[in-house]
């Protein structure tokens, strides 16, 4: 989503460069080079980029709250469902208002195609009777063309990658989700059963797990871990599920940081512990303790005096035991 805002505040700039390379007035650039200007200012001033580009930037808008949300390291999965359950409902309301939403993405893409050069509406490529490479709508109304081969397909798309990509998540979490007070009313024999299967190699006494579905409104009004240990079990499970794999990304991210070609013959350990050091910048380590903590691992024939701790200057030294 920033790569498209950056391209779109860019798009006047970029063409501006891009025109003075391939009309190469001066003879400043080689040949390579104009070739390949030309081809990308072809490229993204033809109506078919231009109008990728504005439903892009308008429907991935809808998904960026969602992004930044799962890449977080402290997300849960009951506030990832349900974030996940409203985007995925946006689009399916924007289908079935496709005409009125288009209007707003077809301003932008006309101020846009102003600037590539267009006088008035964006323009309908060349259509033929049997075509094979790209859609050919018989519509002769531009906004209605871009719509029919654009805005509704990638809209289309969008929908089915969503369910996609989030179907294994939100059967995983709509199970252990029904034992939420809200959604007690979803409780029956079949439901039960199938949490049952899903959470039975970790439940602590799975022989009363039965009786304590039964009694789960007044369970969930007791909180006792001690009474209902089955119930707390799977709500335990349920918060700690992870939902995205951002925080094994960024530790893969940052191996090249830490383990370098000069480190690459360290251990395990050390490998292990400036790795952690590298991904959790944000939490404060107390400088004076790990000194006390490491003169204490390791004595040696001279004491080992803090510098940062409030001793006098005299006692700063290193004096032979």
Same mark, same amino acid.
């Given at each position: 989503?920033w ?14 460069c ?5 009309? =190469? ?12 200007? $030309? ?16 439903? @892009? ?5 809808? $998904? ?12 849960? %999965?009951?506030?990832?469902?349900e974030?996940v ?28 195609? *102003?600037?590539?050069?267009f ?15 790209? =859609?050919?709508?018989?519509? @002769? =109304? ?6 029919? $081969?654009?805005?509704? #397909? ?9 369910d ?5 998540? /939100?059967?995983?979490?709509i199970?252990?989700?029904?034992l939420?007070?809200? @959604?007690?009313?979803?409780?029956? $024999?079949?439901?039960?059963?199938? %949490?049952? +299967? ?30 209902? #240990? ?13 939902? +995205? ?7 893969n &991210?940052?191996? *090249? ?23 959790? *910048? ?16 390791? #004595?040696r024939?001279? +004491?080992?005096?803090?510098?940062? /701790? &409030?001793?006098?200057?005299?006692? =700063? ?5």
């Amino acid at each position: 989503m920033w790569v498209l805002e950056d391209f779109h505040s860019l798009y006047e700039a970029l063409l501006y460069c891009l025109n003075v390379i391939s009309e =190469n007035a001066d003879s400043v650039w080689d040949a390579k080079a104009v070739v390949e200007a $030309t081809g990308l200012l072809k490229a993204v001033t033809s109506a078919n980029f231009i109008a990728a580009l504005q439903c @892009n930037r308008y429907f991935f808008a809808f $998904t960026k709250s969602l992004s930044i949300l799962l890449q977080g390291s402290s997300q849960d %999965i009951l506030t990832a469902y349900e974030a996940v359950k409203l985007v995925k409902d946006t689009p399916r309301d924007i289908r079935c208002e496709a005409e009125v939403e288009l209007k707003e993405v077809y301003e932008s893409k006309l101020e846009m195609g *102003k600037l590539a050069g267009f006088d008035c509406d964006l323009p309908i490529p060349r259509r033929c009777g049997r075509q094979t490479m790209r =859609n050919s709508n018989p519509s @002769n =109304n531009p906004m209605q063309y871009w719509r029919c $081969t654009v805005f509704v #397909p990638f809209l289309d798309s969008l929908i089915s990658e969503l369910d996609s990509r989030f179907s294994v998540m /939100s059967a995983a979490a709509i199970l252990g989700l029904k034992l939420l007070p809200s @959604n007690l009313h979803l409780m029956n $024999t079949e439901s039960e059963k199938d %949490i049952f +299967t899903s959470y039975k190699d970790d439940l602590p006494s799975g022989s009363t797990f039965r009786q304590e579905v039964y009694s789960l409104p007044e369970i969930l009004k007791i909180t006792n871990m001690k009474c209902y #240990p089955n119930i707390y079990m799977i709500l335990h499970l349920l918060s700690v599920i992870p939902v +995205t794999s951002a925080s094994v990304e960024r530790a893969n &991210s940052g191996l *090249k940081a830490v383990k370098t070609l000069m480190r690459s013959t360290m251990g395990q350990e050390r490998f292990v512990a400036l790795l952690l050091l590298y991904v959790h *910048k944000d939490i404060q380590l107390d400088i004076n303790k790990i000194i006390d903590i490491f003169a204490q691992k390791h #004595p040696r024939r001279l +004491t080992f005096v803090n510098p940062l /701790s &409030s001793l006098d200057v005299e006692n =700063n030294i290193f004096c032979l035991v």
